[in-house]
């Protein structure tokens, strides 16, 4: 079910000014971490770690400005009225080695998981789409769930948590780079489940 988050201190949170403090690994002194300036949020979007951004290039995760990042404006774009959506990372500080980006390691995804945990407590969003198969067996770990694999055709499954429906999907990219004929079928899959969503919490009402 989508609802709008409730004003429960929304009005008085500053996500990104907590998160900014955050030291506990040292990737802040790479970049400092990325964060969303949405105040609700229906739906999250979870990606893995930060990219790169270019001095004065405003630093949101999964910005529109990416390849990965447009793809998922396009999918929210009729639903924009109805819906609010909120982009972040389990990491959101920036990886690198040799001043070259690479994955997090396992380490620094558990120390940044309390700032995912804190935007999901105070955001409450009905729905959380996990971008890629280790962002999503990551986070499902926390809650003893496993997954084998990804939908082929899109028909993704459902996890519930604290009243939560947490989805591992493709990530954007990888539909973009290996499956680019598919990607209609990726962007209707994953609007039939706002459109399942939607009906749900007016159904309800």
Same mark, same amino acid.
């Given at each position: 079910?989508?609802?709008?988050?409730?004003?429960?201190?929304?009005?008085? #949170?500053?996500?990104?000014?907590?998160?900014?403090?955050?030291?506990?690994?040292?990737?802040?002194?790479?970049?400092?971490?990325?964060?969303?300036?949405?105040?609700?949020?229906?739906?999250?979007?979870?990606?893995? +770690?930060?990219?790169?951004?270019?001095?004065?290039?405003?630093?949101?995760?999964?910005?529109?400005?990416?390849?990965?990042?447009?793809?998922?404006?396009?999918?929210?774009?009729?639903?924009?009225?109805?819906?609010?959506?909120?982009?972040?990372?389990?990491?959101?500080?920036?990886?690198?080695?040799?001043?070259?980006? !690479?994955?997090?390691?396992?380490?620094? *995804?558990?120390?940044?998981?309390?700032?995912?945990?804190?935007?999901?407590?105070?955001? !409450?969003?009905?729905?959380?789409? #996990?971008?890629?198969?280790?962002?999503?067996?990551?986070?499902?770990?926390?809650?003893?769930?496993?997954? +084998?694999?990804? +939908?082929?055709?899109?028909?993704?499954? =459902?996890?519930?948590?604290?009243?939560?429906?947490?989805?591992?999907?493709?990530?954007?990219?990888?539909?973009?780079?290996? !499956?680019?004929?598919?990607?209609?079928?990726?962007?209707?899959?994953?609007? =039939?489940?706002?459109?399942? +969503?939607?009906? =749900?919490?007016?159904? *309800?009402?």
């Amino acid at each position: 079910m989508v609802q709008k988050s409730t004003p429960n201190e929304i009005s008085e #949170l500053s996500i990104p000014n907590k998160g900014r403090k955050c030291k506990a690994c040292g990737l802040y002194l790479n970049q400092l971490p990325a964060y969303d300036k949405k105040k609700d949020a229906n739906i999250f979007w979870v990606g893995l +770690s930060a990219v790169q951004f270019a001095d004065g290039e405003e630093q949101i995760p999964l910005s529109p400005c990416t390849r990965s990042g447009s793809l998922i404006k396009r999918i929210e774009e009729p639903f924009e009225s109805s819906i609010s959506f909120y982009r972040t990372n389990i990491v959101k500080c920036l990886p690198l080695v040799n001043d070259r980006i !690479r994955y997090p390691v396992t380490y620094e *995804m558990e120390k940044c998981y309390p700032n995912f945990e804190y935007e999901v407590e105070k955001l !409450r969003p009905s729905l959380i789409f #996990l971008l890629g198969k280790q962002v999503g067996q990551f986070v499902l770990n926390k809650f003893s769930k496993r997954i +084998s694999s990804l +939908s082929d055709d899109f028909a993704y499954d =459902t996890f519930k948590n604290d009243g939560i429906i947490y989805i591992p999907i493709h990530h954007p990219s990888y539909i973009l780079v290996y !499956r680019r004929k598919d990607i209609l079928g990726y962007i209707n899959g994953i609007q =039939t489940i706002f459109d399942k +969503s939607l009906q =749900t919490a007016v159904s *309800m009402h």
